[in-house]
Every structure is written in structure tokens, then in C-alpha cells.
């Protein structure tokens, strides 16, 4: 199985709306990835977590919000957004947190609209 | 820092018609490279991947061969489908002491036409 698994699919939220974004992965991988997607262009990465501790953070705004609660689940908790946050939002795994060359699997994504 | 260029599309394509998307990279010491395919509305997949030099990834027709002397992976396939119409990334990985960072390029958009 190498599935990673993202809920929703699709969320719009308004300013002033405090929501969640879900990732789950059950592949006994210890290093989890947010990246942040616009249109037309590449996979921008955000956060990484590494044996669940929180090991980068790319100078993402502090409206987002990471949390790893164990080893198979991510999420993101969104609040405050302003309409240029709307992108889709990807969560990825792999197996190992330190190193390099290991290949990362990603989730189908969450389409996020903010109005 | 490390960087990933991919040719610039949109590349249009007949069916059966070969490809090849070429991609060269700058990295310091010896990253991992990938491609990877997203299909519209989707996430990404990994397509296929090399970790060492002269290595060869191939996945579902696509071959890419790992060419250190010349920072090159480019992405290649003898005969495409509609089915293969899809944005590409070619992508590396930077090891850092805690987790690995995918850095991609661009993104190369494939069309092919029945």
C-alpha cells in the first residue's frame, strides 16, 4: 500500500473561518511533508516532520498552523487565510527522516478556496 | 542551491509519437533524481526515479537514464497515448540532516492528440 490519504478533497472557507486539513499515511514512513501548490506551478514545500517533530518550517505564516499527533497522521490547521492562500495543499511521506535519497509519496490533495 | 530546469511547454504531441523532455540539474555531491507525473485535478505520482549515476528509472514506457557528466535526467518514451497527457516534474532530492526536500522544476506540460 502506498497510499497516502487526504480529507476533504475540496474546502472553501471564508477570512475569518478556522478549519483543519487531514493526512493520513500507513506505510510505516517516519517523515511527513506539506507542500503548498498554485496553478501552473511547481510544489512549494512548507512544513517537514521528522519522527513527528517538527524539523523545517520554510518561513511559512504563522496562519498556518502544523501538528503531527503520531507517526501516521498529519494535519494543518488554517486560520485567518487571505484569498492568496487559495492553492492546492499537499501532504507527502517518506520512509526515512534523515538522508537523503528516498522518494516521497503524495496525497491527491485538498483544493482550498478562500472567500 | 540545488535547482531543477525543465524544457518549457506545452509540449504537443500526435499519438505514437516519441518524447522527450529534457531536464538538467545543479546540485552539490550526488542527489537522487525523479520525475514525477500529476494528472489534472490530481496529486503527484512518482513516474520513476535513479539514485546513482548511470543509473536507468523506467515506469510504464518512460525511461530516464541518471547522467552525472552531463547534469542531465531527461524523460523519454518510444510511443505516447492520450492517456499520458499530464503536467511532468523533474525533481531532486536535497538531503538535510532532518528530512528530505524535493526540489522541482517547473513542470512541463504534455498534450497528445488522437
Known amino acids: 500500500d502506498t497510499e497516502v490519504t487526504q480529507t476533504p478533497k475540496h474546502l472553501v472557507m471564508g477570512m475569518t473561518n478556522k478549519k483543519s486539513l487531514k493526512c493520513e499515511q500507513h506505510m510505516g514512513h517516519r517523515a511527513m511533508y506539506w507542500y503548498k501548490q498554485k496553478a501552473k506551478k511547481p510544489p512549494e514545500l512548507m512544513f517537514v516532520?521528522?519522527?513527528?517533530?517538527?524539523?523545517i518550517n520554510e518561513s511559512v505564516p504563522s496562519r498556518f498552523s502544523p501538528e503531527c499527533p503520531n507517526s501516521s497522521l498529519l494535519n494543518l490547521h488554517l486560520h485567518a487565510l487571505q484569498p492568496e492562500d487559495s492553492a492546492l495543499y499537499l501532504c507527502?511521506?517518506?520512509?526515512?527522516?534523515?538522508?537523503?535519497?528516498?522518494?516521497?509519496?503524495f496525497g491527491q490533495g485538498t483544493r482550498l478556496t478562500v472567500v | 542551491g540545488n535547482s531543477v530546469t525543465q524544457m518549457e511547454g506545452p509540449v504537443t504531441l500526435s499519438e505514437e509519437a516519441f518524447l522527450t523532455i529534457n531536464c538538467t540539474y545543479t546540485a552539490t555531491g550526488y542527489p537522487s533524481l525523479f520525475w514525477y507525473v500529476q494528472y489534472p485535478g490530481e496529486g503527484l505520482q512518482l513516474l520513476l526515479k535513479?539514485?546513482?549515476?548511470?543509473d536507468k528509472g523506467s515506469n510504464k514506457g518512460f525511461e530516464a537514464t541518471y547522467r552525472k557528466e552531463t547534469t542531465s535526467f531527461h524523460l523519454e518514451k518510444g510511443s505516447v497515448q492520450v492517456s499520458d497527457s499530464a503536467v511532468y516534474f523533474c525533481a531532486l532530492s536535497d538531503a538535510m540532516e532532518y528530512g528530505n526536500k524535493l526540489v522541482f522544476g517547473a513542470g512541463t506540460i504534455l498534450r497528445v492528440k488522437s
Open positions: 516532520y521528522s519522527y513527528e517533530k517538527l524539523s
Open positions: 507527502a511521506s517518506s520512509q526515512d527522516g534523515a538522508g537523503g535519497g528516498t522518494e516521497a509519496f
Open positions: 535513479a539514485t546513482k549515476a548511470d
